[in-house]
């Protein structure tokens, strides 16, 4: 699998012109503040859903993903905290049951911003390559004087 | 060296085994002993690929049972992790002479009982964790390695024997 990895179909079967819903599922209140710190450089917005992992097995945690990401009738995005995490191998896992929903770890809030963006305009699978892109393009090592 | 730590966990391979876990006792395998995954196609690729750099065998009880001793003679250290107590006293029954598990992480479910903030037990759980006490295995609730240490029984009066 790679860094985005998606289930059955997925990115093949959203509607022309609709926009890609997401979900973001991460540990504790990680989720909240992510959206909450996008909405300062944002403004408002609706229509992005989140799940803490927060005392939820894996099992619970995945029946969780499902409830929302079976609901999308064309596939949609998860977006989750780290590759290996209960969010994220739950979030395959469910991905496994839904249609055509595209994983993507490592969320960050740059690519969220970029998701906000570009949802009513991108395919999923467009949209979660550039995402990829995104974040990684944002993490930099910059040195000061004597660094 | 092998064996380095036998888990239980419903998270399975999930963030404190890599990270807290991972980073303490440097593991280059880790067996996944669970028959529903194991049995599930894209479920096992999920967590065969959940562990950069370590080799991830995610197998059932029995062919765990049965390949135990080879890997505890084997170069390198590995984990174990199975989803609850039901499945290690499988193992155990099926042959795997595992001293000691650490329970890391039995989630609220209806039916349940709070021990600890991670870990919660019914009726089964508690029969099976006797079992387990009763063949002489040691069970260490801790979460990660930075908390305290404590054994099941005394923490829950229900699995005493």
């Not at chain 2, 990270?19 to 280059?28: H, I, N, Q, Y």
């Not at chain 2, 329970?103 to 089964?124: I, R, S």
């Not at chain 2, 964790?129 to 009763?134: C, D, I, Y």
């Amino acid at each position: 699998m790679s860094a985005s990895a998606g289930g059955p179909a997925a990115g093949n079967g959203r509607a022309a012109g609709g926009r890609v819903p997401a979900l973001l599922v991460t540990h504790a209140g990680l989720a909240p503040a992510l959206l909450e710190a996008a909405k300062r450089v944002y403004g408002p917005f609706e229509g992005v859903e989140m799940i803490s992992n927060e005392g939820l097995s894996r099992d619970a945690l995945q029946e969780r993903i499902v409830s929302i990401a079976g609901g999308w009738p064309a596939g949609g995005l998860v977006l989750t905290d780290f590759w290996g995490g209960s969010c994220h191998t739950s979030g395959l896992a469910a991905a496994g049951s839904c249609h055509g929903v595209v994983i993507l770890s490592g969320v960050n809030l740059p690519m969220l911003l970029d998701y906000l963006h570009n949802r009513d305009t991108m395919d999923i699978s467009t949209l979660a390559e550039r995402l990829q892109q995104k974040g990684r393009d944002s993490i930099r090592v910059q040195r000061g004087p004597g660094a | 060296m092998s064996w380095l730590l036998h888990r239980i966990d419903d998270r399975l391979i999930h963030g404190q085994v890599l990270v807290a876990w991972g980073a303490r006792l440097s593991p280059v395998r880790m067996w996944l002993v669970d028959d529903a995954v194991a049995a599930n196609d894209w479920e096992r690729q999920v967590y065969e690929a959940a562990a950069p750099g370590i080799e991830v065998h995610v197998v059932g009880v029995a062919e765990a049972a049965a390949a135990w001793a080879g890997e505890a003679a084997a170069a390198g250290g590995a984990f174990l992790i199975v989803r609850d107590l039901a499945t290690a006293r499988r193992l155990v029954e099926a042959g795997a002479p595992v001293g000691e598990f650490n329970v890391g992480g039995l989630h609220y479910a209806p039916g349940k009982t709070k021990v600890a903030e991670y870990v919660y037990l019914d009726d089964a759980d508690r029969a099976d964790a006797r079992a387990l006490l009763a063949r002489g295995v040691t069970l260490e609730v801790r979460d990660v390695p930075a908390s305290r240490r404590h054994g099941l029984q005394e923490m829950d009066p229900g699995v005493r024997p």
